[in-house]
């Protein structure tokens, strides 16, 4: 099969840059034939001055991904273009330029950002929901909730509101790939058609092998920010001196964990970045893995199954997909979200209850191998793949935005 995949790459490379890597790697050594698009937010940083005015208009029609787009199908004649992050330079207007050509389309969500402007349900430390049922999301620009800018939020919106008025959504996708059932739900509630909406979980690549000793600290690895529940772990760690706890991310409340560490008696350790082996040796060295990110910000969480790969459990907040990833009393455990209270007593727990925990670590191992190996992965994603090419959503759409952001007025 030809393959057409789609991805606007981060500043700063998360989970949706690594899971676009992974599949794109597993599609190519299975044989499949893989096309590229790609762009990348660095490139904003060589922008002209005009070009920078023009990014609101951008990223709702970005001409320039839509006509090169274009020209890409139209020598490579994929059978399928199968997207992961359009946002914001090569923005919804992909879609329409597959759409023309009659190529099948298919949209990875790996965060919410068709509810909110954010990307995250997620403001002034608490789960939000106020954009998720609104055809204009207000909410969102009047807490300034993209990059703490009202300028930048009404841009998102402005998108958001022009392609749901265009029907984009519900018309130019042919099938919605999530990777649990709790944004399955959301994002159908959300007018998303529900039987577009397919279940995939991510996976890890490669199997890094299961641990053979019971684990000598508590891990957490993730972006450093306060959606990660990173005050929660702290505030819980004021009750755990006897228990190490080894820190290994970036972002921005790296200096408060290098802090933390560095006060007297403490038994936090930051962790520079590490190689991929690397990682997994980190991982396979602890007793269990600490997930406390806030309310529903994940969307998944790749470091979780990671751990169950290397049969380490998990303790995770009790709240959207982490409580769906993570079985309670059998993978690992759940402590209530934003409680740092009840994370450290379940960290005491599990640090006392040792042949329990084991079990849990042979039970995420287990999980691991009957979910998240790439071999089932494979057969899932080549599954969605065969039936959006045999009941395609709309062919032959034209586009139905505002001439405002049409090619016409467009600026190379």
Known sequence: MKILLVHNYYRLNGGEDEVFEREKRLLA???????????????????????????????????????????????????????????PLISPSAYYACSSAGVPVIQTLHNPRLVCPAGTLFRDGRPCEDCSSALVPWPAVQHACYQGSRVRSGVVASMLVAHRVAGTWKSLVDRYIVSTKFYRRKFAAAGIPSEKIILKPHFVESDPGARTERGEYALFVGRLSPEKGLPTLLKAWEHLSHIPLRIRGDGPLGDDMRNAANAAGSPITVVPRLAREELFALIRGSRFLVWPSEGFYETFGLVAIEAFACGVPVISSRSGAMEEVVRDGRTGIHFNPSDPVDLANKVKWAWSHREELEQM?????????????????????????????????NAQLEPALPLAYSERNGTN
């Open 29 to 87: 050594g299975a044989g499949h034939d893989v096309i590229e698009y790609l762009r990348d937010n660095e490139e904003i940083n060589d922008y002209s001055l005009v070009r920078t005015i023009s990014m609101a208009a951008r990223t709702t029609w970005a001409w320039d991904s839509h006509r090169e787009l274009s020209e890409l199908i139209r020598r490579e004649q994929p059978d399928i273009a199968h997207f992961h992050n359009t946002f």
């Open 361 to 393: 670590g042979k039970m995420a191992r287990l999980e691991y191998e009957t979910k998240y190996t790439s071999e089932k992965n494979l057969g899932m994603l080549l599954q969605i793949y065969e039936h959006a090419r045999s009941e395609p959503a």
